[in-house]
């Protein structure tokens, strides 16, 4: 069964920041590209970011463009977010996903970790 597990979240301040981790386990298509989510409490899970399987097209969303950066290792079969100049709203669970196509939709992704804690205190 494929698995995907997230780590490096933390507590951080603002301004400060962290690079979240996603190892892949189990059979992914070579060709799979990767996102990140995130999810607040009380809103809904949202679009972060994410990769093509080659790492060429990285797609962002508007509140993380130029802090956030989204990068994979293919042959450790790792995905990474590193998050930059944080913010008390970038506090959520992120989440990692695999799909088959790139996008910003949940449903395109039919993979996801269980979720690592990020929270930036103000």
């Known amino acids: 069964q494929v698995q995907l597990v997230e780590s490096g979240g933390g507590l951080v301040q603002a301004g400060g920041s962290l690079r979240l981790s996603c190892a892949a386990s189990g059979r992914i298509f070579s060709s799979y590209a990767m996102g990140w989510f995130r999810q607040a409490p009380g809103k809904e899970r949202e679009f972060v970011a994410a990769?093509?399987?080659?790492?060429?097209?990285?797609y962002y969303t508007d509140s993380v463009k130029g802090r956030f950066t989204i990068s994979r290792d293919n042959a450790k079969n790792t995905v990474y977010l590193q998050m930059n100049s944080l913010k008390s709203e970038d506090t959520a669970v992120y989440y990692c996903a695999a799909g088959p196509n790139i996008g910003g939709l949940s449903s395109a992704y039919n993979y996801w970790g269980q979720g690592t804690q990020v929270t930036v205190s103000s």
């Open positions: 990769i093509t399987w080659t790492g060429v097209r990285t």
